[in-house]
């Protein structure tokens, strides 16, 4: 059987590293905030190119905070609209909710599954106040048209950035994280980046909403005992933290290799009853995960199955769709409706083997 994601090889080529930083972790004494944290947001934001990194608890928490502290500041109020890719996982949207934001759901690029810059258009009115880019399965936004648009009608822009740690973006030489006002990472395991645990940080060149937002992730509190705004317990893990600088050193090279499998599947795989993802061979995709759509998803799993290929569905159920957000099931989203019915995800990871490789690629073909 070939594993969908092995996490277990993936992190056991740092066993070493690992424990060596959790024995140091342990004998400090001191598990909240402390030296590693503080590490892994320095070396972080320069990672990024930013001036600052702010560790918190996990993905949703850093896209919830930025509105948070947007509202704190006075840039955006109850109410005000966001616009948000239709198809994305729930916690996007579920930032803007939980904020007191309304989300206006915009179609995708039916290529690239990233939000559409000739929908945005159509959807800004005079209670939009900000728009959501998210990298989703690892690929960049078009952030240069989304910025252009942002800039002309005076609009935040906020990156979930969650599948795309390293994505550059070549004609400007910047990676995700950097690409916006601010933006939100998650470190779950099964991310590129991925910590041991729940885990997340905010991006940003920002110095007042860094400050922000440092105050509302620990209680509204910058002196223990001392609370200046209604905050949140929103921490990065010293453990989880000490995992990640590890991690981070070996990022570039396992997007690389990423990369190298992407285009292998992109190469070899030649079966007109599957959709191969939309790659213009640049640094702007790490391959989260590779995503191929197919009219017959049932029957393309059992096909999987016989073959002991391990696969996931990012995501089965359209976000309108879920019961959660039933006062949007009305809307209108034929691209998301049909991406959601037919994507499907093959292996992706930076520990399979060439004998992996070649099985899934000549598997597809026999399909």
Do not use: W
């Not at 993936?10 to 590490?39: A, C, H, M, P, W």
């Not at 048209?145 to 950035?161: F, G, M, P, R, S």
């Not at 990065?236 to 990640?244: G, H, K, M, R, V």
């Not at 292998?264 to 959709?275: D, F, G, H």
Request: glycine share 6%.
């Amino acid at each position: 059987m070939i594993k969908f994601l092995d996490l277990n090889k993936i992190n056991t080529r740092f066993e070493d590293e690992l424990t060596s930083g959790f024995q140091s972790f342990l004998n400090t004494g001191y598990y909240i905030k402390g030296s590693e944290v503080s590490s892994f947001e320095e070396h972080y934001a320069a990672y990024c190119g930013t001036k600052h990194c702010i560790g918190v608890a996990n993905g949703l928490d850093a896209l919830t905070l930025i509105f948070r502290a947007y509202m704190d500041l006075g840039q955006l109020k109850e109410n005000d609209e966001v616009i948000i890719p239709a198809n994305t996982y729930i916690a996007s949207i579920l930032s803007v909710i939980n904020s007191g934001l309304k989300p206006v759901f915009v179609e995708p690029d039916e290529a690239t599954f990233n939000i559409s810059p000739s929908e945005i258009e159509k959807h800004i009115t005079p209670q939009t106040k900000a728009i959501m880019a998210v990298h989703l399965y690892g690929q960049l936004a078009d952030m240069v048209a989304i910025n252009d648009i942002a800039k002309t009608h005076n609009l935040l822009v906020i990156e979930d950035a969650a599948q795309a740690h390293g994505a550059v973006l070549s004609s400007e030489g910047k990676k995700a994280g950097n690409l916006s006002h601010a933006s939100g990472f998650s470190f779950y395991p099964t991310k590129n980046l991925g910590a041991l645990g729940d885990a997340g940080a905010v991006t940003t060149n920002d110095t007042e909403l860094a400050e922000c937002i440092k105050l509302l992730h620990n209680y509204g509190s910058s002196k223990k005992y001392i609370n200046e705004k209604i905050g949140f317990n929103s921490r990065l893990d010293e453990i989880q933290a000490s995992f990640l600088n590890v991690k981070l050193k070996h990022l570039d090279d396992d997007n690389s290799i990423r990369r190298t499998i992407a285009q292998r599947y992109l190469n070899e795989i030649k079966n007109p009853k599957i959709r191969l993802p939309f790659y213009d061979l640049s640094n702007n995709h790490v391959f989260h995960v590779f995503v191929v759509r197919v009219d017959n998803r049932s029957h393309f799993i059992d096909h999987l199955e016989k073959y002991q290929i391990g696969y996931l569905i990012h995501y089965p159920i359209a976000p309108h769709h879920q019961k959660a957000l039933l006062r949007y099931k009305s809307l209108y989203l034929p691209i998301t409706e049909a991406i959601h019915e037919t994507v499907i995800s093959i292996p992706m990871s930076p520990v399979m083997t060439n004998d992996e490789i070649e099985t899934i690629i000549n598997a597809l073909n026999l399909y």
